[in-house]
């Protein structure tokens, strides 16, 4: 059964620095998320991404992110200064129909 | 805008039981319904989602979930759970919205913890 991958499974970066989270899709999915969960907290909505560019995204999603999907296959989410707050889960979803979507395992972000 | 309200943050239960994950939801305009199980460090898995149609739905591992319109709930229920069902549960919802990529809104999760 196809699945959403998730690369690395743990990230650990300085104050300050930019990080690119990766994902690849299931393949025939049209629609990519990004959402995130801070450590016991409820996981939130970052961004959607379709027919190469953002549908919408949340107050969090600030000039900080961004998101690209440079070829047919892996969609990345960039930040570009990592601040201590930014730790957390970080997940990718897909969906072909935009009704049900279909998790990643997670990239941990930790910020120190 | 929606919102979604788990109100038990954590649900213990014998092993055997029967159990009941209690979510309620609030939008101005109709909703899709879902259910996701996460396991310690591991993903967002799907549990189960109400669509359309039966009320009633059934989804992986012998859970099921029913649509209550007037109350706006989505309780998750399983008549007999297994020490293999620890985890955390979340509740969601997106807009039944056609032509845009809709956004989940999640609940703050249930844990819920099988005893032996």
């Known amino acids: 059964e196809p699945e959403v991958t998730q690369t690395p499974s743990h990230q650990v970066t300085q104050m300050g620095q930019e990080v690119i989270l990766r994902c690849v899709p299931i393949s025939n999915h049209l629609y990519f998320y990004w959402y995130r969960q801070i450590l016991g907290q409820k996981v939130e909505f970052l961004v959607s991404f379709y027919n190469n560019e953002i549908s919408e995204k949340s107050e969090i999603f600030d000039d900080q992110f961004s998101v690209e999907r440079p070829d047919g296959s892996n969609f990345t989410l960039k930040i570009r200064s990592t601040k201590l707050e930014d730790s957390a889960m970080y997940f990718c979803a897909s969906t072909r129909s935009a009704s049900t979507q279909y998790f990643g395992p997670g990239t941990r972000l930790t910020v120190l | 805008a929606q919102s979604v309200t788990q109100l038990d943050s954590q649900v213990p239960v014998f092993e055997e039981a029967p159990v009941e994950l209690r979510c309620n939801y609030s939008?101005?305009?109709?909703?899709?319904l879902f259910w996701y199980v996460q396991y310690p460090n591991q993903g967002l898995q799907l549990l189960l989602k109400?669509?359309?149609?039966?009320?009633l739905v059934k989804g992986i591992n012998g859970f099921e979930a029913e649509f209550n319109k007037s109350q706006t709930s989505f309780h998750l229920r399983k008549p007999s759970v297994h020490i293999s069902d620890t985890a955390e549960y979340f509740c969601a919802v997106s807009e039944m919205k056609t032509g845009s990529a809709r956004q989940l809104t999640f609940g703050s999760g249930t844990q819920l913890t099988v005893l032996p």
């Open positions: 109400y669509l359309s149609g039966s009320t």
């Open positions: 939008s101005s305009v109709s909703v899709y």
